[in-house]
């Protein structure tokens, strides 16, 4: 197309090849808007591509939430079973160093319960950044989209 262009800006030149200056402006118009058009696909393409991975690595995240949960859950559970052994001893008026050992047991659990928690509330961080990440994502290929019309 751009060659022809610079086939009509000469021929325009000479009186005799019945070309006029408005064809010329008039295929140098519709080159700009090819142009543009093809920018605005670039980006439309592109806003889909990066929306696309952004979606998997938001899967990923959501996937690694759950598993964390779950964990944290398992890790709750374990903190209640241990209690109420704690608690079963104590009402058998149970020896002091077994009471020891048991709380001891419990404390541990316990801690492995906050990092459960910990982890998980890490994980929460991560997946809400990641979705607005996305969002921000649907909102540029939005304006591409609206840029093409």
């Given amino acids: 197309m751009r060659d022809v262009f610079k086939q009509m800006k000469m021929l325009a030149r000479e ?26 696909t670039n ?17 990923q995240k959501q996937e690694e939430l759950a598993e964390s949960l779950e964990n944290m859950a398992k890790q709750r559970e374990a903190v209640i079973k241990k209690a109420l052994e704690v608690e079963k001893v104590k009402n058998k008026m149970a020896d002091q160093s077994k009471l020891d050992q048991l709380d001891q047991e419990l404390n541990d659990q316990q801690r492995r319960f906050d990092r459960a928690r910990d982890i998980f509330l890490k994980k929460i961080e991560q997946f809400m950044e990641v979705r607005k990440e996305t969002n921000e994502l649907w909102t540029a290929l939005k304006n591409a989209t609206s840029e093409m019309s």
């Fill in 15 to 40: 009186h005799k090849s019945n070309v006029k200056e408005k064809d010329v402006t008039l295929l140098k118009e519709l080159i700009k808007q090819s142009d543009q058009y093809i920018e605005n």
């Fill in 43 to 59: 980006k439309y393409i592109d806003a889909i591509k990066e929306l696309a991975l952004k979606k998997e690595y938001l899967t």
